[in-house]
């Protein structure tokens, strides 16, 4: 692996753990903000630490910078020295967007700029120069007790070192785990006047030397009063192979006519050999900072320092990669252990053939079919992730949005093991949200109007997943004031949606939230009342093959319900005849399939058909027209209606047969083809012949263009 594409592989992995860091930090703020202990502070401290420490040690200096002033607050919090203040946990929070805005910049080998970034750092730089005080007036943890005063006999009590002196052997590898001597240098530097002394004995001939390795060791002196654990953190990522010692320096003598102590004498370096070194060594080499030196430009050195590489790729919601739980690493090998002892069992029919044997090739037939099976559900279980990680933004959002809104909002999470499809998660996450959104805004009364309706004055909004029939429900649902029916049905009315001698059911009157620019709030905000979002969360969730229904109950809240396939690979499907050809249709969009008789199919001023059933008219799709094929006859009432529904409005397909029902692969018609309007992809059947798969939202908006235009669904 060439060094450009290794060091691609750590920074990935270091991307990685940034993300899973800052998702503590802020999980961790939440419940540091209704009151945590000092556990939660010490998390939040490791994670930022963490991040920090990393960053320093890829060069990105301008993270490490904003990190380290974010990590002092923690520290002072954690140690019991300032309080743990509503505010200073919303600086903190804003901190945490800073530090995932800078994060991903670097990530896009972008400049690491964030127009925020200097506002925060003098605001917890004001913070860290207030008077601190103790936690116990601000958090439940403990104070620490009062320290006892010492006896008058006691010993008067050793004064600090005033500084330290540190040798640093590294491993000769301290290059190729990307380290580099030089940002550990100027880590210490924040913590005093540093002064730097590189050992080059063992620097070899110029024939025998490796560029990659590090042949130098350093003696440096920390000036100032620390604790030895504070210079450690420098060295976190190089101390498993490093030999560190530490030796404090003694405290100036009590007396006005003392010198100033010296540093331990230096060893003298031995000659180097005119020989060419990498970039670090010849730098950490003419490494030697004066104590009354000012440090090193910080930000001139990341740009020197960064190593060149080809960019980055960003990880995108599509393209970006996910840790797999080693039990389905695990059984995905078995399984290929397995076929390949089936694939043995079945080469020797080809090899030694005999008719006696049939029953053996049927066995071996069954074995492959069954392991076939497994190997396909274990692939799929390794794209499955837990909606936990849609879930997680969450407890932020409404922290926030409830802040803003003035509203008291308890959410509560359930379900969040419920795994689907990794492409499905990634998707759903800009609908949920704006649900969510709209339940805090709309849905949720402020404590004065739930105090009225006799309610409490917190709001309860649930986020629930479950498995149900081969499909991922998610449920969002809470109990505030309901759909008002009446002011949705008149603000339709006024726009149009509806006609005013129409009395739509109480269903269609919820489904006309989902039209494009439908709002019924009086003022636009910056949280909602534009209309947009709701038609378009209906319309992500179709093109995810799912459907969302909405249910309320006046003054006892409202719940929208969503039903996802587990998938976007396997689709489990009807299949369906129209003349020679085969299609297949979702279980997930099919109501149910009836056999219709003449007397209930009436004509539209000749344009087209609607189908009476249950005292609701719905319009026929002829599929044989719409792809322009024979079918096996004309007559409506010699074939079968399927009742599929899309975006609320049901139709009536009809087909000549309905076949089997079965699992299929998709197969995208983009990639092999080219995209067909009503179509959403192809499959295979056994016999290799190749199964059309049926978009309904699509198909039913491709038959709206033409003749059914004129069908009124609210009808």
């Not at 390795?213 to 003696?219: A, F, G």
Request: net charge negative; glycine share 8%.
């Amino acid at each position: 692996m060439s060094d450009d594409l290794e060091m691609d592989e750590i920074l990935k992995v270091f991307f990685e753990e940034c993300a899973e860091g800052l998702q503590a930090m802020e999980s961790g703020l939440l419940t540091l903000d209704g009151g945590g202990d000092r556990d939660t502070i010490d998390t939040i401290f490791r994670a930022a630490h963490s991040i920090k420490g990393g960053a320093g040690m890829f060069g990105f200096m301008e993270i490490s910078q904003f990190t380290h002033a974010v990590e002092t607050l923690l520290d002072q919090m954690r140690a019991g020295k300032r309080a743990v203040t509503p505010d200073a946990v919303q600086v903190l929070f804003q901190s945490v967007d800073v530090m995932r805005e800078m994060t991903n910049l670097a990530e896009a080998r972008k400049p690491i700029v964030s127009p925020n970034a200097d506002a925060l750092t003098s605001l917890l730089a004001q913070i860290l120069a207030q008077p601190a005080g103790g936690t116990a007036q601000a958090t439940p943890m403990a104070a620490a007790p009062a320290p006892v005063a010492p006896a008058a006999s006691a010993a008067p009590p050793e004064p600090p070192a005033v500084g330290w002196c540190i040798d640093f052997r590294p491993h000769t590898s301290l290059f190729k785990t990307c380290n580099d001597p030089l940002r550990i240098f100027r880590e210490l530097e924040t913590l005093g006047p540093l002064q730097a002394l590189a050992h080059a004995e063992n620097v070899p001939p110029l024939a025998d030397m490796d560029p990659t390795q590090c042949y130098l060791s350093w003696r440096l002196t920390l000036a100032g009063t620390m604790q030895q654990s504070q210079i450690a953190e420098a060295f976190e990522w190089v101390d498993a192979n490093s030999s560190i010692d530490y030796q404090p320096l003694p405290p100036p003598a009590q007396t006005t006519a003392a010198a100033p102590p010296a540093p331990p004498a230096p060893l003298t370096p031995a000659p180097l050999a005119p020989a060419p070194l990498t970039p670090a060594v010849a730098v950490a080499v003419a490494v030697s900072v004066a104590v009354a030196d000012p440090p090193l430009p910080i930000a001139s050195a990341t740009v020197a320092s960064a190593p060149a590489a080809p960019p980055l790729a960003r990880a995108n919601v599509d393209a970006g990669s996910f840790r797999v739980a080693t039990e389905k690493v695990d059984a995905l090998i078995n399984l290929v252990g397995e076929l390949v002892i089936t694939q043995s069992m079945l080469g020797r029919f080809s090899e030694h053939y005999d008719p006696g044997n049939l029953e053996s090739l049927r066995r071996g037939l069954s074995h492959l079919t069954r392991n076939t099976r497994d190997l396909q559900e274990s692939v799929l279980k390794i794209r499955m992730l837990p909606i936990s990680f849609s879930f997680n933004r969450f407890p932020r959002l409404v922290h926030e949005l409830s802040r803003k809104l003035g509203k008291k909002v308890e959410l509560r999470l359930a379900g969040e093991s419920t795994e689907l499809d990794k492409i499905v998660l990634e998707k759903i996450g800009d609908p949920l949200v704006h649900l969510v959104r709209n339940s805090l805004d709309h849905g949720l009364e402020t404590p004065e109007n739930r105090r009225a309706a006799g309610k409490s004055e917190t709001g309860i909004l649930e986020l629930n997943a479950f498995h149900e029939g081969g499909s991922v429900i998610i449920e969002v649902k809470d109990d505030g004031a309901g759909l008002n029916t009446a002011r949705i049905l008149a603000k339709a009315r006024e726009r149009g949606l509806v006609d005013p001698d129409v009395t739509p059911t109480t269903e269609q009157i919820y489904n006309l939230i989902f039209a494009p620019g439908f709002s019924t709030a009086d003022t636009v905000s910056d949280v909602s009342g534009r209309g947009v979002g709701m038609d378009v969360v209906r319309r992500n969730i179709n093109d995810l093959g799912g459907h969302v229904y909405v249910s309320s109950n006046p003054g006892r809240g409202s719940a929208i319900r969503i039903r996802l396939p587990l998938t976007l690979a396997i689709l489990e499907g009807q299949m369906l005849r129209v003349g020679p050809e085969t299609y297949v249709i979702s279980l997930v969009s099919i109501i149910e399939t009836v056999q219709p008789r003449r007397a209930h199919v009436q004509s539209i001023a000749g344009r087209a058909e609607v189908f009476k059933h249950r005292d609701e008219y719905l319009p026929i799709i002829r599929l044989h027209e719409l792809f322009e094929i024979e079918p096996d006859s004309r007559d409506v009432s010699e074939g079968l209606l399927v009742v599929a529904e899309s975006d609320g409005k049901r139709v009536a397909i009809l087909v000549d047969e309905l076949l089997a029902q079965q699992q299929v692969v998709i197969k995208s018609l983009d990639t092999n083809f080219r995209q067909v309007p009503g179509l959403a992809g192809a499959t295979i059947h056994g016999d290799g012949r190749v199964a059309l798969i049926l978009d309904v939202p699509s198909l039913v908006g491709k038959f709206l263009e033409g003749a059914g235009a004129a069908i009124d669904f609210a009808a």
